[in-house]
């Protein structure tokens, strides 16, 4: 009885494991680079943080130099940087119906949605904003 209930269970009742595929860079892509659908590849297996499909990073921009055949994981890419370092960009402070507009200079590279740190061009003082889509360097009260 006992051997009738391994052969049972072994005959598929139990679910099987599936193994995911992995991100691999196909070539070794340099920093700042715009990922493109000839550059990613897919590797059997699975890795822990590695990306599971193109479409996870096609268009986004690499952080640091990323060596063919590597796993590519979320936080090797980011999105493009639509703002350079040392660049003139407005700096919005809005609470309620206040508004304050000025200049800064970008003390990083940044994308859309990400957090930037900016010099008011003013004041000299440092603020921490999110990037927008217009460049605009949005502070947070």
């Given at each position: 009885?006992?051997?009738?209930?391994?052969?049972?269970?072994?005959?598929?009742?139990?679910?099987?494991?599936?193994?995911?595929?992995?991100?691999?860079?196909?070539?070794?892509?340099?920093?700042?680079?715009?990922?493109?659908?000839?550059?990613?590849?897919?590797?059997?297996?699975?890795?822990?943080?590695?990306?599971?499909?193109?479409?996870?990073a096609i268009g986004?921009?690499?952080?640091?130099?990323?060596?063919?055949?590597?796993?590519?994981?979320?936080?090797?890419?980011?999105?493009?940087?639509?703002?350079?370092?040392?660049?003139?960009?407005?700096?919005?402070?809005?609470?309620?119906?206040?508004?304050?507009?000025?200049?800064?200079?970008?003390?990083?590279?940044?994308?859309?949605?990400?957090?930037?740190?900016v010099m008011n061009?003013?004041?000299?003082?440092?603020?921490?904003?999110?990037?927008?889509?217009?460049?605009?360097?949005?502070?947070?009260p």
């Amino acid at each position: 009885m006992l051997g009738r209930a391994i052969l049972i269970a072994g005959s598929g009742l139990l679910p099987g494991h599936a193994l995911a595929d992995t991100l691999v860079a196909l070539h070794t892509m340099r920093a700042r680079t715009i990922v493109a659908p000839a550059d990613v590849g897919l590797q059997p297996g699975e890795m822990a943080g590695a990306l599971t499909g193109p479409e996870d990073a096609i268009g986004l921009e690499t952080r640091g130099v990323i060596y063919a055949g590597r796993p590519i994981r979320a936080r090797d890419l980011g999105q493009p940087a639509i703002v350079e370092r040392n660049q003139i960009i407005p700096l919005l402070f809005s609470r309620g119906s206040l508004e304050i507009r000025t200049e800064g200079r970008a003390l990083d590279r940044a994308g859309i949605g990400e957090t930037i740190r900016v010099m008011n061009a003013a004041s000299k003082t440092v603020v921490s904003a999110t990037l927008g889509a217009d460049g605009t360097a949005h502070v947070a009260p």
